[in-house]
């Protein structure tokens, strides 16, 4: 996906097939990463400044709790521990367009290729 920004900077994003089937909110989301990301609950909170059960809390998105993950909460996720996946999931979810979705999908299933074939030799389907 490029991104004109004030007519000057282009960003390009190289999306992750399938971010957005994988996870159903950006909460969601981090929720998954906090575990994926090969550090401790409490080291994480800690960073973010916040207790560990404080975070748990947060995460576990309870619509009777008072005390919701915010998008100030997201920006201390991303500051503590550098992982922008989750950003990456809204952008997938809100900017990217059909023909970018496809295209990543496509490029996806190109790298499977090498692996159904072995699969499939393996299997006795193809010789």
Same mark, same amino acid.
């Given at each position: 996906? %490029?991104?004109t +920004?004030?007519?000057?900077?282009q960003l390009?994003?190289?999306?992750?097939?399938?971010? @957005? *089937?994988?996870? &159903?909110s950006s +909460?969601?989301? +981090?929720?998954?990463? /906090?575990?994926q990301?090969?550090r401790q =609950?409490?080291?994480?909170?800690?960073?973010m400044?916040?207790? !560990?059960?404080e975070?748990?809390r947060? =995460?576990? %998105? %309870? !619509?009777n709790?008072?005390? !919701?993950?915010t998008?100030?909460? =997201?920006e201390r996720? /991303?500051?503590a521990? &550098?992982?922008t /996946? !989750?950003i990456?999931w809204l952008?997938? @979810?809100?900017?990217? %367009?059909h *023909?970018?979705?496809?295209?990543?999908a496509? @490029?996806?299933?190109?790298?499977? +290729?090498p692996q159904?074939?072995?699969?499939?030799k393996?299997?006795?389907i193809? &010789?």
């Amino acid at each position: 996906m %490029n991104t004109t +920004v004030s007519g000057s900077r282009q960003l390009t994003l190289d999306f992750q097939p399938g971010l @957005t *089937e994988l996870y &159903g909110s950006s +909460v969601d989301c +981090v929720r998954a990463r /906090v575990h994926q990301i090969g550090r401790q =609950l409490k080291s994480i909170a800690a960073d973010m400044d916040m207790s !560990p059960t404080e975070l748990s809390r947060k =995460l576990a %998105n %309870n !619509p009777n709790d008072k005390r !919701p993950f915010t998008l100030f909460d =997201l920006e201390r996720y /991303v500051r503590a521990t &550098g992982d922008t /996946v !989750p950003i990456l999931w809204l952008v997938q @979810t809100f900017c990217a %367009n059909h *023909e970018e979705k496809q295209r990543a999908a496509f @490029t996806a299933l190109a790298g499977m +290729v090498p692996q159904l074939q072995a699969l499939c030799k393996a299997a006795g389907i193809a &010789g």
